[in-house]
């Protein structure tokens, strides 16, 4: 009886530890848009260059990972920019960038998942998603963005919608580099 019930026990606790270690934080239980692969500083100027980027801008990035785009934003340009990211590491990691570059005051970072978040106050929006994500996102943008407001992706596009600007061109260590931009007419874009 005694064994019966230690082997009981037993079973029990390694079916606990096996469910434990099969569980899932929140963060790995959302859908991810994108692996975090960090946009090149090059691309990352081009990007904002080619957005037109102003002081009076207010720049989101979706996925921003570090924080590169919308720290360089605010110091280059003098922009506001709200980086949205759904780990918390990414998401401490760009505090610690801003508070490092000194643009701590012109930057904040927010750890949700980027389908829900409200993107209304954006005038720039900047992307290095795959193309699915950036379709996910696409009716939401272009439902809640201002007609005028540029959306800017690294590498991918939006499907059929045809980009006002393509800027394609070679990096510095020799990758073909290509950047599109679209303006927000305030049609919904399914």
Known sequence: MKRTAVLAVAILAISLHSAASLAVSPVQAQESLAPFVPTPQAVVDRMLALAQVTSSDVVYDIGC????????????????????????????????????????DK????????MKADYSP?????????????????PILTKQLKP???????AFSMGDWEPLKTDT???EN???R???LWKADGKVRP
Request: charged letters at 20%; a positive charge.
């Open 174 to 176: 020799s990758f073909s």
């Open 122 to 138: 954006a005038t720039v929006v900047t992307l290095y998603l795959l193309t699915t994500s950036n379709l996910k996102l696409r």
């Open 169 to 171: 061109f070679t990096d």
């Open 65 to 104: 990972g570090d924080g590169r785009i919308v720290i360089t934003a605010a110091k280059k340009y003098g922009a506001r920019g709200v980086g949205i990211d759904y780990d918390p590491v990414r998401i401490k990691e760009s505090n610690d960038n801003a508070r490092n570059a000194g643009v701590q």
């Open 148 to 154: 005028g407001s540029r959306i800017v992706s690294h």
């Open 107 to 114: 930057v904040k970072f927010i750890q949700m998942d980027a």
């Open 178 to 180: 290509t950047i599109y």
